[in-house]
C-alpha cells in the first residue's frame, strides 16, 4: 500500500520525536482522529509519565491521555527501534537560541539522525520546530540522504510549523489553519494529506523555505509591534501621557490598527528567538535586517526602563536601591501561564538587586525562580508584604489579584501591565 492510501484509510502509522507542548498535543490530536501514534522522547521522566497516563502538558487532559494509552492508540517511547515501522515522522524538538544568539539545531540533527537510521522506505518527514530559513532542506535532508538514500523515491520531506498557544481555549490543532512546505511537490502533497486528516484547513506553499519564513514572519510582527508599543510608551512618558489612554483610543479604529501593548519586555519560547533567527540567517548572506534588530534592541532595554522609571519613584520618597524593600508581582513571561522562560520580570529583578535592592515577589504560578545567582522563593501575597514595600512592582498581570487592594495597601505602585487599569490611587504609576 502507498502512504497516500495509507494516509487516506488512517492505517498510516505516524511518529512523533519530542513530546513537549507541541508534540504531545499533535500526537492526541492524531489518535483523536483515528491513527495509531508512537510517541519519542529522549527523557525518561516524560515518558514514565505518559506511560502511567499524567500528562505534563497543560493542554493535554490526563484522562484523555490515559485512554489513548490504555486503547494502544498511543505508544510512547525512550528507545528509536520502532521508529522503523512508521510511515511519518514529525520532529517536533526544541530550537533554542545559544547566548550568542545563534540558534541551536542540536535537537533536530538528532533527531533526524535517529529518523536516518531506521527511515522506512517512502516515509514522510515533518519537521515541525521552528528553524531558519533553508534547514530543512540545509540540515536534515542531507542526514535523511545519508547510504544514498534520494528524496522522492526513498522519503519525503516538509516543513510545517507549529502554530500551538498554550491555554489558547479558541484555536486548537484541529482548528487553526496549518501552512505546509515541501522540499519538492510530492512531499508538499504528501505533508497536505497527512495533516489534511486531522485539521480543517491545511494552506500548502511552495517550498519548505516558504513554510519556515511564514512563521518568522508571524512571530517577528508580534515582536516589531511590541517593540513599537514599548517606544510609544516611552515617547508617552516623556509628553507626560498616559500610553494606555492613547492605545486604548487609536484601537477604536475598526480598521488598518491592531493594538499591542508595552511591558516591560518580551518572554516565552517563540516571540524572542524567532527574530534572531532571521537575523542570523541574514548575516550568513551580508544582509543587516535593521528593522529586526531595532526592535530586538527597544524590547530588550524594557526591563531597564522599567527601573529607572521605578527608581524616578523611590527618588521622590529619597529611597535609594539600597535602602529599598521592593515586592514584585509576577514572574511568569505573560499572564495566567507558569512558564517564565526568557520572562523579562526576571530582568526586572536582576537589575533591582544588582543595584542593591531588596526585592520579593509573588506568583502563585511560579513557585521558585533563580536570579542573580540567587533562589527566591514565591511569597504569599499578604497585607503586610504589601504594606512593607517601598514600591510594588506589577510585571505580570495574572488574574485572581485583587489589584484595587493591592492600590490600597502599597505605599507606591509601578504597574507595567495596566493591570490596575480603571484604579486611580495616590502612589499608583503606570508604564
Ligand atoms: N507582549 C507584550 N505586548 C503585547 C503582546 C505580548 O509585551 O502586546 C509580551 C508578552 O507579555 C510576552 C511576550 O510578549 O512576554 C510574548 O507574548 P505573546 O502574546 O506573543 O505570546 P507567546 O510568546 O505565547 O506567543 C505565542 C505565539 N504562538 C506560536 O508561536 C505558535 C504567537 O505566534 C501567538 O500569536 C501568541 O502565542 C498568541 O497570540 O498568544
Given at each position: 500500500m502507498t502512504l497516500e492510501s495509507r494516509l487516506r484509510d488512517k492505517t498510516a502509522r505516524v511518529g512523533i520525536l519530542g513530546l513537549g507542548y507541541?508534540?504531545?498535543?499533535?500526537?492526541?490530536?492524531?489518535?483523536?482522529?483515528?491513527?495509531?501514534?508512537?510517541?519519542f522522547d529522549i527523557s525518561a521522566r516524560r515518558v514514565a509519565s505518559l506511560k502511567k497516563?499524567?500528562?505534563?502538558?497543560?493542554?493535554?487532559?490526563?484522562?484523555?491521555?490515559?485512554?489513548?494509552?490504555?486503547?494502544?492508540?498511543?505508544?510512547?517511547?525512550?528507545?528509536?527501534?520502532s521508529l522503523a515501522c512508521c510511515d511519518a515522522l514529525i520532529l517536533c524538538v526544541q530550537t533554542?537560541?545559544?547566548?550568542?544568539?545563534?540558534?541551536?539545531?542540536?535537537?533536530?540533527?538528532?533527531?533526524?539522525?535517529?529518523?536516518?537510521?531506521?527511515?522506512?522506505?517512502?516515509?514522510?518527514?515533518?519537521?515541525?520546530s521552528t528553524a531558519p530559513p533553508g534547514a530543512t532542506e540545509e540540515v536534515v535532508r542531507p542526514i535523511l540522504e545519508r547510504g544514498g538514500r534520494r528524496l522522492g523515491r526513498d522519503f519525503y520531506l516538509a516543513f510545517s510549523p507549529e502554530r500551538v498557544d498554550p491555554g489558547n481555549k479558541l484555536y486548537g490543532i484541529a482548528n487553526t489553519p496549518k501552512i505546509v512546505g515541501g522540499v519538492d511537490a510530492a512531499s508538499t502533497e504528501l505533508a497536505r494529506q497527512l495533516y489534511a486528516a486531522i485539521v480543517e484547513r491545511v494552506v500548502p506553499v511552495s517550498s519548505a523555505r516558504a513554510a519556515e519564513m511564514a512563521k518568522l514572519l508571524e512571530n517577528s510582527f508580534r515582536a516589531v509591534n511590541i517593540a513599537l508599543a514599548n517606544e510609544i510608551a516611552q515617547i508617552c512618558h516623556k509628553l507626560g501621557l498616559n500610553v494606555w489612554e492613547v492605545i486604548a483610543a487609536a484601537a477604536t479604529k475598526p480598521f488598518g490598527f491592531m493594538p499591542f501593548y508595552p511591558g516591560p519586555g518580551i518572554g516565552g519560547h517563540c516571540i524572542p528567538k524567532d527574530p534572531q533567527l532571521l537575523i542570523w540567517k541574514?548575516?550568513?548572506?551580508?544582509?543587516?535586517?535593521?528593522?529586526?534588530?531595532?526592535?530586538?534592541?527597544?524590547?530588550?532595554?524594557?526591563?531597564?526602563?522599567?527601573?529607572?522609571?521605578?527608581?524616578?519613584?523611590?527618588?521622590?520618597?529619597?529611597?535609594?536601591?539600597?535602602?529599598?524593600?521592593?515586592?514584585?508581582?509576577?514572574?511568569?513571561?505573560?499572564?495566567?501561564?507558569?512558564?517564565?522562560?526568557?520572562?523579562p520580570a526576571l530582568d526586572v529583578i536582576k537589575l533591582l538587586v544588582e543595584r542593591g535592592a531588596s526585592v520579593s515577589?509573588?506568583?502563585?504560578?511560579?513557585?521558585?525562580?533563580?536570579?542573580?545567582?540567587?533562589?527566591?522563593?514565591?511569597?504569599?501575597?499578604?497585607?503586610?508584604?504589601?504594606?512593607?514595600?517601598?514600591?510594588?512592582?506589577?510585571?505580570?498581570?495574572?488574574?485572581?489579584?485583587?489589584?484595587?487592594?493591592?492600590?490600597?495597601?502599597?505605599?507606591?505602585?509601578?504597574?507595567?501591565?495596566?493591570?490596575?487599569?480603571?484604579?486611580?490611587?495616590?502612589?499608583?504609576?503606570?508604564?
Open positions: 507541541v508534540g504531545l498535543p499533535l500526537a492526541l490530536e492524531f489518535c483523536r482522529k483515528g491513527f495509531t501514534v508512537r510517541g497516563g499524567r500528562s505534563y502538558v497543560e493542554d493535554v487532559a490526563s484522562r484523555e491521555l490515559a485512554r489513548a494509552i490504555g486503547s494502544g492508540r498511543l505508544r510512547v517511547f525512550q528507545r528509536f527501534e533554542p537560541l545559544r547566548k550568542t544568539k545563534e540558534p541551536d539545531l542540536g535537537n533536530v540533527v538528532a533527531a533526524a539522525e535517529q529518523v536516518s537510521r531506521r527511515l522506512k522506505r517512502g516515509a514522510l518527514v515533518v519537521l515541525e541574514m548575516k550568513e548572506l551580508d544582509y543587516e535586517p535593521r528593522f529586526l534588530q531595532l526592535a530586538s534592541v527597544i524590547n530588550g532595554g524594557m526591563p531597564e526602563h522599567v527601573v529607572e522609571r521605578v527608581a524616578e519613584l523611590l527618588d521622590k520618597d529619597k529611597k535609594p536601591f539600597q535602602a529599598s524593600r521592593l515586592l514584585v508581582l509576577g514572574a511568569a513571561y505573560k499572564a495566567d501561564t507558569s512558564d517564565y522562560r526568557e520572562s515577589y509573588h506568583d502563585r504560578f511560579v513557585p521558585e525562580i533563580r536570579v542573580a545567582e540567587r533562589r527566591l522563593r514565591s511569597q504569599p501575597l499578604t497585607r503586610k508584604a504589601l504594606a512593607g514595600a517601598d514600591c510594588v512592582l506589577i510585571l505580570t498581570a495574572h488574574n485572581g489579584i485583587d489589584y484595587v487592594d493591592v492600590a490600597r495597601r502599597a505605599r507606591r505602585v509601578f504597574d507595567a501591565r495596566n493591570a490596575t487599569r480603571g484604579i486611580a490611587r495616590r502612589g499608583l504609576t503606570r508604564l
